[in-house]
């Protein structure tokens, strides 16, 4: 088993800055791949990056070049650096993790452990 939770959510202007972070504990000996999703009410989850074991990434293209994954593998967490964030930004961001070597998906029942996440609204 392993335990997910997420930090760093909040209220931001446009074009603000936020670093969400994960802190994964358990049975974290992987290998695991691990990602970062968002869902607004009424609205299907969707994928916003992903970090395979060996540190290869994918983002979406709505956050490309805006919101960098990365991880601290010595402290067992994960973050997602969210820069000149947008309205459409706002969701509920949670955390999520998968026994896998390399692939690297979106597709949310293919991951095993979810945290509770962490609400982000960008407004002005």
């Known amino acids: 088993q392993v335990q997910l939770v997420e930090s760093g959510g909040g209220s931001v202007q446009p074009g603000g800055s936020l670093r969400l972070s994960c802190a994964a504990s358990?049975?974290?000996?992987?290998?695991?791949?691990m990602a970062w999703f968002r869902q607004v009410p009424g609205k299907e989850r969707e994928g916003v990056a992903v970090m395979s074991s060996g540190g290869m990434t994918k983002h979406a293209d709505s956050v490309k070049g805006r919101f960098p994954i990365s991880k601290d593998t010595a402290q067992n967490t994960l973050y997602l650096q969210m820069n000149s964030l947008k309205p459409d930004d706002t969701a509920m961001y949670y955390c999520?993790?998968?026994?896998?070597?390399?692939?690297?998906?979106?597709?949310?029942?293919?991951?095993?452990?979810w945290g509770q996440g962490t609400q982000v609204t960008v407004s002005s």
């Open positions: 999520a993790a998968r026994q896998a070597l390399y692939e690297l998906t979106f597709a949310p029942s293919l991951y095993q452990y």
């Open positions: 358990g049975a974290t000996s992987g290998p695991y791949s």
